[in-house]
């Protein structure tokens, strides 16, 4: 019943470091999305993930790098952070290609970039 | 081009008032979903509803309900008797239908933040 979980659930860490978000969800969906939720901006997509090793770019993809090699894990990581990637950061997933599949969240990270 | 517009900002009100949050959406496709989400104060983004182009009917879920009117694009919420839990960001999303083909992605509104007080 864990359903889709994120690590870590907080995070500070200083400009121009590497950090890794991860992402993993036990439902066997497909699809897997990586958003970023910033206040007057709503929730804005960075990387989609269709299938495994399948990845596209959202709306604001600069800074960050993701893969998915395996189904269930999809982690984003900021090559050099900087003091405008913090953000709240929420992974989601669904299972199927088609209009009607409803995305389900993970908990989000909080990211703090010094 | 797909557009989802909550135009409402913020919301106020007074607990067991009812309340209505609007939301109005763009697109061409004829085949689409609409989708409403909560978060609350703890965060977490809570899926509500889903709707599809061919189904207008109205939809009640206990004190929640939706309208959905193809004539006006819209997609409006409606808490019945609110409570101070229903105190949280609402949000509205369009699914892009099938010409999207393997893109398939959200449209998200910017959320309607609703405050009920008691």
């Known amino acids: 019943d864990a359903g889709i979980t994120q690590s870590p659930r907080y995070k500070i860490t200083e400009t121009g470091r590497q950090v890794t978000l991860m992402c993993h969800q036990t439902?066997?969906?497909?699809?897997m999305f990586w958003y970023r939720q910033d206040l007057g901006h709503g929730l804005r997509l960075i990387y989609y993930?269709?299938?495994?090793?399948?990845?596209d770019k959202g709306e604001v993809p600069d800074g960050y790098v993701v893969s998915r090699s395996k189904t269930e894990n999809f982690p984003l990581t900021l090559e050099s952070a900087t003091r405008s990637q913090t953000s709240v950061y929420f992974c989601?997933?669904?299972?199927?290609?088609?209009?009607?599949?409803?995305?389900?969240f993970g908990p989000g990270t909080r990211l703090l970039v010094l | 081009a797909q557009k989802v517009t909550q135009a409402q900002t913020e919301i106020s009100v007074v607990e067991k008032e009812d309340v209505t949050l609007d939301c109005v959406y763009e697109?061409?496709?004829?085949?689409?979903?609409l989708f409403w989400y909560k978060q609350p104060p703890s965060g977490e983004l809570v899926f509500l509803i889903r709707?599809?182009?061919?189904d207008e009917q109205n939809e009640i879920s206990g004190r929640y309900s939706w309208n959905f009117q193809k004539s006006t694009s819209s997609f409006n919420f409606t808490i019945t008797a609110s409570q101070v839990v229903d105190s949280a960001v609402y949000f509205c999303?369009?699914?892009?239908?099938?010409?999207?083909?393997?893109?398939?992605?959200?449209?998200w509104g910017l959320g309607t933040s609703l405050a009920v007080n008691p």
């Open positions: 439902w066997s969906h497909s699809y």
């Open positions: 709707r599809n182009s061919f």
């Open positions: 993930s269709a299938a495994a090793d399948i990845t």
């Open positions: 989601a997933s669904h299972s199927g290609p088609t209009p009607k599949e409803t995305q389900y």
């Open positions: 697109t061409r496709d004829t085949t689409y979903y």
């Open positions: 999303a369009l699914s892009e239908g099938l010409n999207a083909g393997n893109n398939r992605k959200l449209i």
